[in-house]
């Protein structure tokens, strides 16, 4: 039973920043992209981040170009997403995700494996 653990999540102010980290556990799959995606009330889960497995290759929705950082630290099976001068539209639950097989980066229906979720809010 492969499950993802976030953690990071919490309430901010406009400008600061937060580290969620995404940690896998209980399978031996090879995760060959992790990603991001975030979930305001009322809206659609969508993209936000993603890494190859090497950690050599990323791509972010444009939103978030220059603010954040997605990383992986493969010795401990985690991934990372380093948000920097947050705005109140970043205010979502953010969820990490793996494929299991390779698959269209952006695509929602590509990753197998889903983390519970992290708050984080951003007031102004």
């Known amino acids: 039973q492969v499950q993802l653990i976030e953690s990071g999540g919490g309430l901010v102010q406009a400008g600061g920043s937060l580290r969620l980290s995404c940690a896998v556990s209980?399978?031996?799959?090879?995760?060959?992209?992790m990603g991001w995606f975030r979930q305001a009330p009322g809206e659609e889960r969508k993209f936000v981040a993603v890494?190859?497995?090497?950690?050599?290759?990323?791509d972010y929705v444009d939103s978030v170009k220059g603010r954040f950082t997605i990383s992986r630290y493969n010795a401990k099976n985690t991934a990372y997403l380093q948000m920097n001068n947050l705005k109140p539209e970043d205010t979502a639950a953010y969820y990490c995700?793996?494929?299991?097989?390779?698959?269209?980066?952006?695509?929602?229906?590509?990753?197998?494996?889903w983390g519970q979720g992290t708050q984080v809010t951003v007031s102004a």
């Open positions: 209980g399978g031996t799959l090879d995760y060959h992209v």
């Open positions: 890494v190859n497995w090497i950690g050599d290759r990323t």
């Open positions: 995700a793996v494929q299991a097989r390779l698959g269209a980066w952006h695509d929602i229906r590509s990753y197998d494996y």
